[in-house]
């Protein structure tokens, strides 16, 4: 079920037509369609286990990482028209078009400029000025430049658990992503660290697409333009976050979002 | 009181559970002890029968007919260089199969009949590594009596131990790590050469060393791809003075080791050659556990700076 959306001024960054996807005989995904737009913050929201995680990892093709895995349907990335899930489609080429953040922050054992600086090595950049120039823009805009700007050579390890995320939405940002993915970023954060991690991802749409996947409602509430409700494996609704939060159309939308169930 | 009736009687059950505790620790102790004062007893007594031959001319000296004149310069020196042929051929070849297998390697029955074998390989007897290598590179390749069979035997010898201990270093690496790397595009090579070999070098390093301190004194193999028991000569040396200063010559020499020149020693009748079989032994346990402790250093070293 799609709510009316205001459709003037929007572009869609990606397409999801039709995404079923299998772990071996199970199916984790069904029959799935949505737009992601561009610049704009869609938040993938439902009950554990309903498949939430497993839509996003689609996107930049994590589950080809391990055997068994199968998809079906399509996920279009804009302006291209590329299909991401394509066989031809080799998955380092969706990588490196796609960033992620992940649900515990993970931090190479490195230093802080090597962690952020991973990304442009791996596309072979050597200009030791490029690699500054680049670090430290990403830092500032992962807002953590100031923080670290002492010690960048020093080990990611010391960080805190919020700046370690930041850093990794950092070592995201360096490479110009197209559309940036967060699983669940502050599950593993405090109450501080996940308003400075919210605020950043709110800034961070003016230059980024961004699809994040909560447990948390009030978040998707609070950082999210649009939403989409995952139960089962099914897409049950997606929509404008305030319209789906205030007056959704499915039944079962309003049973999980006014806490009756999940 | 939940179940038990009183407070007296929580206290006798605690005590009389506790003894089992003490019971347990006693054996456990006990356990210890008659392997590391067996150990202990072994080296303190070898330590005692060779100490007055442990001087500067017991290493700078070749073997030699009368006990009192004779060194184990040929045995030492022939055991670094060996160790030095082993790790060349062991390490790279270990590290490489660790990787592959954990990797790169598809899970299914091919994988896991390697994985069996590999495990197997390690509990053949070192004998039957000396056979094969007698006749594979001694005879059929023709490299002879060599220092440059014995590294390549001993290397085969120690293999599994490279491979498994690659393998578990790589394994204990978190999959988050793995991910963050293939998050950012890169390939599985990228991911392998600036991740999880760097993370894991300290486990791989232990897993080297270990297997190059049961390489060291290993006997059987070598005697049986034929070392020489005595000899009074170096093999050539590696440094040249001229260029282009290194040579390989030494690989094809003919050479003693440690655990043979003891051998040859204990094999005596006079008793003055037993105190140089001790300081032999004595010598041999030392470099084995100098080995060991430069592992644990190194691990400490490698690890300091690695946390997940």
């Known amino acids: 079920m799609v709510n009316d959306l205001p459709v003037a001024a929007i572009t869609a960054k990606a397409d999801v037509k039709g995404l079923s ?3 071996g005989d199970f199916q984790a995904l069904k029959r799935i369609s949505m737009a992601v737009h561009e610049r704009k913050v869609t938040a993938l929201i439902g009950p554990s286990g309903c498949g939430k995680s497993t839509f996003l990892r689609c996107f930049n093709r994590m589950h080809d990482l391990y055997p068994g895995n199968r998809y079906d349907g399509q996920i279009v990335l804009h302006p291209d028209n590329t299909n991401l899930l394509a066989r031809e489609v080799d998955p380092i080429e969706v990588r490196m078009r796609i960033g992620m953040v992940f649900q515990k922050p993970n931090p190479f054992p490195k230093s802080i400029f090597e962690n952020v600086a991973y990304g442009l090595r791996v596309r072979g950049e050597r200009s030791r000025r490029r690699l500054e120039e680049k670090v430290e823009q990403a830092l500032q805009d992962a807002a953590l430049l100031d923080e670290v700007k002492a010690r960048l050579h020093e080990p990611a390890y010391n960080l805190s658990g919020g700046q370690q995320q930041r850093l990794c939405i950092a070592r995201a940002l360096a490479t110009d992503p197209e559309l940036l993915l967060f699983d669940e970023p502050t599950s593993a954060l405090d109450p501080i660290a996940t308003a400075s991690i919210e605020e950043l991802i709110h800034d961070l749409k003016k230059q980024v697409t961004i699809l994040i996947v909560t447990h948390n409602m009030q978040q998707a509430a609070r950082v999210s333009d649009f939403t989409a409700y995952m139960y089962l494996g099914e897409m049950i609704e997606f929509g404008v976050t305030d319209e789906l939060f205030i007056k959704p159309q499915m039944k079962q939308t309003e049973d999980y979002i006014t806490g009756r169930f999940g | 009181m939940a179940y038990a009736k009183n407070l007296e009687e929580v206290r006798a059950l605690i005590a009389s559970h506790k ?18 004062l067996t150990f202990a007893a072994l ?10 031959r442990l001087d500067l001319d017991f290493f700078t000296n070749f073997p030699s007919r009368r006990a009192g004149q004779a060194g184990i310069l040929s045995a030492w020196v022939g055991s670094c260089l060996v160790m030095l042929a082993t790790a060349f051929f062991a390490v790279p070849l270990g590290v490489a199969a660790g990787v592959y297998l954990e990797e790169y390697a598809a899970k299914n029955w091919v994988t896991d009949i390697i994985e069996i074998n590999i495990t197997n390989l390690a509990g053949v007897p070192s004998i039957v590594y000396g056979l094969l290598a007698l006749g594979m590179f001694v005879y059929q390749f023709g490299f002879g009596q060599s220092i440059l069979s014995a590294g390549l035997t001993l290397a085969l010898l120690i293999l599994p131990v490279v491979i498994v201990a690659t393998r578990e270093a790589i394994r204990s690496i978190p999959q988050v790590i793995r991910e963050g790397s293939y998050a950012l595009g890169a390939t599985k090579w990228q991911t392998v050469r600036y991740h999880l070999l760097p993370y894991s070098s300290a486990g791989i390093l232990t897993g080297i060393i270990i297997g190059m301190a049961r390489a060291i004194g290993e006997t059987a193999p070598i005697i049986t ?21 290194l040579s390989f010559e030494w690989l094809l020499s003919p050479f003693t080791v440690m655990p043979i020149q003891m051998f040859n020693w204990t094999s005596r009748p006079e008793a003055a050659f037993q105190a140089n079989a001790a300081a032999a032994g004595f010598v041999l346990v030392v470099m084995t556990l100098a080995m060991n ?16």
Not at chain 2, 26 to 34: F, R, S, T, Y
Not at chain 2, 294 to 307: C, E, P, T
Request: charged share 15%; net charge positive.
């Open chain 2, 225 to 245: 791809i034929g070392a020489l028991t005595f000899i009074a000569f170096l093999p050539p040396s590696p440094l040249q003075a001229a260029p282009p200063f």
């Open chain 1, 21 to 23: 996807f299998y772990y």
């Open chain 2, 19 to 36: 003894r089992w505790d003490l019971f347990f620790a006693v054996v456990g102790v006990l356990a210890l002890m008659i392997g590391v």
């Open chain 2, 43 to 52: 080296f303190a007594d070898m330590a005692m029968k060779g100490v007055t």
């Open chain 2, 293 to 308: 402790a430069l592992a644990i250093w190194l691990r400490y070293r490698l690890r300091r700076n690695i946390k997940w």
